[in-house]
């Protein structure tokens, strides 16, 4: 069994910053690719970032020099570190996580979301 389990979200201001983690826990052999994904309230859930094992990253283009995505092999966590966040960026954030469990194959792993709220 592997199990992703998010933190760190809450209610921030405008321009404010909040930091959201990840942990990856179970019977894990490695892990691939950590993503961050977020749903606001009518919209299709969208990528927001993403860390390959080796540490290369990938944003999208709402979120470029603002949001910050890192990963501790050592405790199979994944990081978001948000700055400047807007009313927009408002959602449900998801960590997602491609896994191979011991002795199995590579699978895709869904954390079960955190709230994030950018309002005054």
């Known amino acids: 069994q592997v199990q992703l389990v998010e933190s760190g979200g809450g209610l921030v201001q405008p321009g404010g910053s909040l930091k959201l983690s990840c942990a990856a826990s179970g019977s894990i052999f490695s892990i691939g690719t950590m993503d961050w994904y977020r749903q606001a309230p009518g919209k299709q859930r969208e990528l927001v970032a993403g860390?390959?094992?080796?540490?290369?990253?990938n944003y999208a283009d709402s979120v470029k020099g603002r949001f910050t995505i890192s990963r501790d092999n050592a405790k199979n966590t994944v990081y978001l570190q948000m700055n400047s966040l807007k009313p927009e960026d408002t959602a449900i954030y998801y960590c997602?996580?491609?896994?191979?469990?011991?002795?199995?194959?590579?699978?895709?792993?869904w954390g079960q979301g955190t709230q994030v709220t950018v309002s005054s």
């Open positions: 860390i390959s094992a080796g540490g290369s990253t």
């Open positions: 997602h996580a491609n896994i191979r469990v011991v002795a199995g194959t590579l699978r895709s792993y």
